[in-house]
């Protein structure tokens, strides 16, 4: 059973710098890729960006190019967002998912999923 939880969730000014954690566990934890996605109130779930597990590649939604990175630490089986600059439309839950399928845009491709961390920016 893989497990997923998102932490470093919180209120920041526009501008600023948040880095959300996602740490899985299970007994052996595989997978293609582990994925960020984000939800805000009245809108559907989209995505945000994605990193391989066992290579380099890395995919980001425009709206967060050149602002949010996404690294991982294998050994920990922990995937890290960081965001910077952020603006108020940036606010949602954001929420990791792992994929075992290369289609790492496709949402419901996803089978495991965190519960989630509220990140909110102010104006």
């Known amino acids: 059973q893989v497990q997923l939880v998102e932490s470093g969730g919180g209120l920041v000014q526009a501008g600023g710098s948040l880095r959300l954690s996602c740490a899985a566990s299970?007994?052996?934890?595989?997978?293609?890729?582990v994925g960020w996605f984000r939800q805000a109130p009245g809108k559907t779930r989209e995505f945000v960006g994605a990193?391989?597990?066992?290579?380099?590649?890395?995919w980001y939604a425009d709206s967060v190019k050149g602002r949010f990175t996404i690294s991982r630490d294998n050994a920990k089986n922990t995937v890290y967002l960081q965001m910077n600059s952020l603006k108020p439309e940036d606010t949602a839950i954001y929420y990791c998912?792992?994929?075992?399928?290369?289609?790492?845009?496709?949402?419901?491709?996803?089978?495991?999923w965190g519960q989630g961390t509220q990140v909110t920016v102010s104006s």
């Open positions: 299970g007994r052996t934890f595989r997978a293609y890729a």
């Open positions: 990193t391989a597990w066992t290579d380099d590649m890395t």
């Open positions: 998912a792992r994929t075992t399928n290369i289609n790492v845009l496709i949402t419901t491709l996803y089978d495991y």
